[in-house]
């Protein structure tokens, strides 16, 4: 059973707009979401995280937020550059545990 | 740094052969993690080591899978006898220590069971 889940299997976004990718969970303890930006044939690689007692995190063109009510994480990226043309992860951790959704597949068009 | 280290980077096999799959993690970091990777699930994670101990294998699929981590430095993940079903790609992951948030992962191995 998917404790995390991105229900949008794929994403296109003109360059320059924002691109909003995002996640829904079920446990309520998870106490640290992250998202992971993957390249093919690469490892995942950590892009931005949010502590649970928290509902807003930037860096950058990155922001997450969470909404922890909605059980909901999204990831807005702005402005959206072909270069972010990726598959998204988000992770959930609580305490031993760690959960990754299936991924988001964002195409920037230039 | 050189980063997580994995090999090969792919593995094509015959159904009932041994598999192992090999991982050298960045170098100070006390947790290593081995996680699968497919289309239908996403990244599940099978296993993870903490200062070499297996902490949590509840994620291995069945006894056929089987991980250890003899020093700080290197793990392998095998599968025996491997079957069509393993084929994915296998990733292996470091942190600093287990409650980091942030793990680095490796290139990945892909396995191709025919």
């Known amino acids: 059973d998917q404790q995390v889940k991105q229900n949008s299997p794929s994403l296109s976004v003109q360059e320059g707009r924002i691109s909003i990718l995002n996640c829904d969970y079920t446990?309520?303890?998870?106490?640290?979401f992250l998202w992971y930006k993957k390249y093919p044939a690469e490892g995942p690689t950590f892009l931005i995280s949010?502590?649970?007692?928290?509902d807003k995190n930037e860096d950058g063109r990155f922001t997450v937020f969470l909404n922890k009510s909605a059980k909901h994480l999204s990831l807005h990226i702005v402005p959206s550059q072909p270069g972010d043309s990726a598959v998204y992860f988000c992770a959930a951790i609580s305490g031993n545990q760690f959960y990754f959704g299936t991924g988001t597949s964002l195409t920037v068009i230039p | 740094d050189a980063g997580v280290i994995q090999s090969p980077r792919h593995e094509v096999t015959e159904m009932g052969q041994e598999v192992t799959l090999r991982c050298k993690p960045i170098s100070g970091h006390n947790s290593l993690f081995w996680y699968r990777q497919t289309m239908m699930r996403g990244l599940e994670l099978l296993i993870y080591f903490n200062n070499n101990v297996p902490i949590d294998d509840s994620g291995m699929p069945e006894d056929r899978f089987s991980a250890k981590m003899p020093n700080a430095s290197f793990s392998t993940l095998k599968i025996q006898p491997s079957e069509p079903r393993d084929s994915a790609v296998y990733f292996c992951?470091?942190?600093?220590?287990?409650?980091?948030?942030?793990?680095?992962f490796g290139p990945g191995t892909r396995l191709t069971v025919t």
């Open positions: 992951a470091s942190s600093t220590h287990r409650t980091a948030p942030e793990q680095y």
């Open positions: 446990n309520s303890m998870f106490d640290y």
């Open positions: 949010i502590s649970s007692i928290k």
